[in-house]
């Protein structure tokens, strides 16, 4: 079991992300500039407190996750669109992670209320000893029977310390797994669901504006080894954005030593992932505790 320090520390992650998630659910809205969702997330995560465990993604559409903007975004939030904001706060490595769906067309609400009832559903039954596969079938009945689809290869994740996703991953589908949910561990539950004639899967789109650390390499320019430095100073093993190395991406070195770092796996990608049949996608997360009795929503 975790510790009465960890778990206040997961408790303040939790306030200060569910504070910012449902400001931005109030605040975002047609014709936003992305990055303003984004910077505005991550500089009230701040301010309260916390620091961003991820750049705040904001997917929209059959964009399903990773889009979180890059330097000098001039993308909008389109009209009628189906908005997804997902954000993460860690206080000392502790990470709590949640995401809710604006939508704004009505056309679509039902999708957005299928992956709050289906996140609901999966607080209500997660548990120690719970099979993964269990677990993915109860989802999976909750969408389908709201007359949507699950996304099939986008699952929930355990969450450790300093680590947004390791360890087991929960489906949201039925899944065949010997795996169980054990007392003590933290997960992040996330849904997300697609219209029913969708082909219910993503796809990678080529261009990724979200990075990690891997693995500290040989580098051949200095520069390189200077930004890899301050991102293994500043980041560690959290994933991060180029709009966060402000003082680094107008030097005229800064793309040959990112590319770099790129190039020698020093650093990884998370692709942008789009519905493979284009259809609008929707997503809930909590950050969940699951304790010996209770299961403890942190968000």
């Known amino acids: 079991m975790i510790s009465k320090e960890v778990f206040e520390k997961y408790q303040r992650a939790g306030k200060i992300v569910a504070h910012v ?22 500089d009230l995560i701040v301010r309260l407190g916390g620091k961003p465990a991820f750049p705040c993604n904001v997917s929209v559409n059959e964009v399903a996750a990773h889009y979180s903007s890059p330097p000098s975004d001039k993308t909008r939030i389109p009209e009628g669109s189906v908005v997804k904001i997902d954000i993460g706060v860690h206080l000392d490595g502790y990470i709590a992670d949640t995401a809710a769906t604006v939508c704004f067309n009505r056309e679509f609400e039902g999708l957005v209320l299928a992956a709050e009832d289906a996140l609901a559903r999966a607080v209500k039954v997660i548990r ?82 979200i990075f990690r650390l891997v693995k500290q390499r040989p580098l051949k320019m200095p520069e390189s080894r200077g930004l890899l430095k301050h991102i293994v100073k500043n980041f560690g093993t959290l994933p991060f954005s180029e709009r966060w190395l402000r003082t680094y991406i107008n030097k005229d070195w800064y793309k040959a030593a990112f590319s770099e770092l790129l190039s020698t796996k020093c650093l990884m990608s998370y692709p942008v992932f789009i519905e493979a049949s284009g259809k609008p996608v929707s997503q809930a997360e909590h950050t969940v505790l699951v304790d010996e009795k209770d299961v403890v929503v942190l968000t």
Request: charged letters at 30%.
């Open 21 to 42: 998630r449902d400001e931005m659910k109030r605040i975002v809205h047609e014709d936003m500039p992305i990055a303003d969702v984004c910077e505005r997330a991550e």
């Open 128 to 209: 120690p000893d719970l099979s993964i596969s269990q677990f993915g079938s109860e989802l999976e009945k909750v969408i389908r029977n709201k007359g949507f689809k699950p996304v099939s290869n986008l699952t929930g994740h355990q969450v450790e310390r300093y680590l947004l996703h390791t360890g087991k991953s929960l489906p949201n589908v039925h899944h065949i797994s010997l795996g169980k949910i054990r007392s003590g561990e933290i997960y992040a539950i996330e849904p997300f669901v697609t219209l029913s004639d969708a082909a219910g899967r993503v796809e990678n789109r080529p261009d990724a504006y």
